[in-house]
């Protein structure tokens, strides 16, 4: 089989970017987090890091935990005290971009979601001292990552990480609660629903579930104060007027005031387009809060943790917005995608072991991506794609059947029906930010072994057309 030669791969230095967008920004907290003194609620958490325990009247424990950590460390300095904080808004960036890139977006579209989120209303400020709201923030955005991660890839097991997620949110602030709240009414709201039948879903609220007992055994044990001490600061709030304006404040106070048209981009991505409705769910994961919030009168900045995952959303519209470029220009970028797709595969069929190549196949679900494997793949080796739809389904499937098959166009659903074990390769790639028809919302690439019933018995029924 021919060599390939192949461009060194780009995801690596976009990743690097957006690593060092969030070590940027965690240095800038560090550095200015040593002014003013402590904050009164830094006192409160001084205080229950000398006496740990699963959970305090205020909050659950995990703020106060990491406090103790920074307490060994650093001792009862201010910057050192400060210095998780720091760290929890660098990560929250950098799954901000990352998150963009789950979307589809390129380098352009992850650095515009990470410093949007990096200015956004309270994100601002709260890495420049310790509080229980920054790591809030920090596990409401790594829900949002790892569910877009799931949409994306179609790959349950994500469930693991999004358990994790919640449960760490709940041991930080339980407005997470809210949160998981809207991702379960999106699951219902969508086709996302069929996770419900997950087993990998269930285990992700296992984990979750390990995660929260001791709390909420802690919690049982003493009553369950921490409602009352709810109640009874909500009822402060109605008093003081504190929850007076909660819509209004979200375009001025919850998240910066530039950054208000990028989000409400992204729910007209999530929403409104073609390519944001593989993930609506997230688009509920906001709209569902929003109304609990507002419903149960609720603090203007309880809403701010989900803001990033709506960033993100905005940078990925407008980064394959086509307004600036020609029709020239947008038709070459549109074939462009073609020959990337042809390169995408020829990496997958690279990353196999030797023994796999030698009896692999390249199955398209449309002619199109067929005819650009067989075009721009000769250059990289590829087999002669086969695939279903029109003529090619006449083709057949090779004489011997392939072994190995790399599997483009199709979702996950229709690949289990076919094949008894796929596993997610890749994501086409959308250079400039183009959307291709063809391949919008079925971007991903698969490796799948054996056919289910053998190849002679599936290629009868697999005929289509398109």
């Not at 420049?128 to 829900?143: E, G, N, Q, R």
């Not at 549109?334 to 072991?353: G, K, Q």
Request: proline share 5%; with cysteine.
């Amino acid at each position: 089989m021919q060599n390939s030669q192949l461009p060194p791969r780009l995801h690596l230095t976009d990743t690097a970017a957006i690593w060092l967008t969030g070590l940027a920004f965690c240095l800038v907290h560090i550095v200015t987090s040593g002014r003013y003194g402590f904050h009164r609620d830094e006192l409160l958490t001084y205080s229950n890091a000398l006496h740990l325990d699963w959970c305090y009247v205020v909050y659950p424990p995990l703020t106060a935990w990491l406090a103790r950590v920074e307490l060994a460390l650093f001792g009862a300095s201010l910057i050192g005290f400060r210095f998780l904080a720091a760290v929890a808004i660098g990560l929250l960036i950098v799954l901000t971009g990352l998150t963009a890139r789950a979307f589809g977006g390129n380098r352009q579209a992850m650095l515009v979601a990470a410093v949007a989120a990096g200015i956004a209303g309270p994100i601002i400020f709260s890495g420049s001292f310790l509080s229980y709201m920054t790591f809030d923030l920090l596990w409401w955005v790594a829900v949002a990552w790892c569910v877009a991660c799931l949409l994306r890839t179609q790959n349950p097991r994500w469930w693991l990480g999004i358990g994790t997620a919640v449960g760490l949110g709940m041991l930080s602030k339980f407005t997470m609660a809210f949160f998981v709240a809207g991702l379960l009414g999106g699951m219902l709201l969508t086709s996302n629903r069929r996770y419900l039948r997950s087993p990998w879903f269930w285990c992700g609220v296992g984990v979750a579930t390990v995660i929260l007992l001791p709390v909420l055994i802690w919690q049982f044990q003493h009553h369950f104060v921490g409602l009352a001490w709810m109640e009874s600061i909500h009822a402060r709030d109605l008093r003081e007027g504190r929850t007076d304006y909660f819509l209004p404040s979200q375009f001025w106070r919850t998240t910066n005031p530039v950054t208000v048209p990028l989000w409400l981009a992204g729910l007209w991505f999530l929403f409104a387009t073609p390519a944001g409705k593989p993930f609506r769910m997230l688009g509920w994961m906001y709209v569902i809060p929003l109304i609990l919030f507002l419903a149960a009168r609720g603090r203007d900045y309880y809403l701010c943790p989900a803001y990033p995952m709506l960033l993100a959303a905005g940078a990925v519209w407008a980064e394959g917005g086509l307004s600036s470029l020609s029709q020239h220009s947008r038709a070459a970028a549109i074939r462009t995608t073609w020959t990337t797709l042809a390169v995408t595969v020829a990496r997958v069929r690279d990353s196999l072991p030797a023994t796999e190549r030698v009896a692999l196949g390249v199955l398209a679900v449309d002619e199109g991506e067929a005819g650009a494997v067989n075009l721009y793949g000769r250059a990289y080796g590829l087999p002669e794609a086969i695939s279903g739809m029109n003529s090619n389904w006449l083709r057949g499937y090779g004489n011997p059947p392939p072994q190995t098959v790399i599997a483009v166009g199709f979702t996950r659903d229709e690949l289990d029906r076919i094949f008894a074990s796929c596993t997610w390769a890749a994501s086409l790639p959308r250079p400039y930010g183009i959307v291709n028809e063809t391949i919008v919302a079925r971007s991903e690439v698969w490796v799948c072994r054996d056919v289910r019933g053998g190849w002679p018995v599936f290629w009868q029924h697999f005929q289509y057309y398109g």
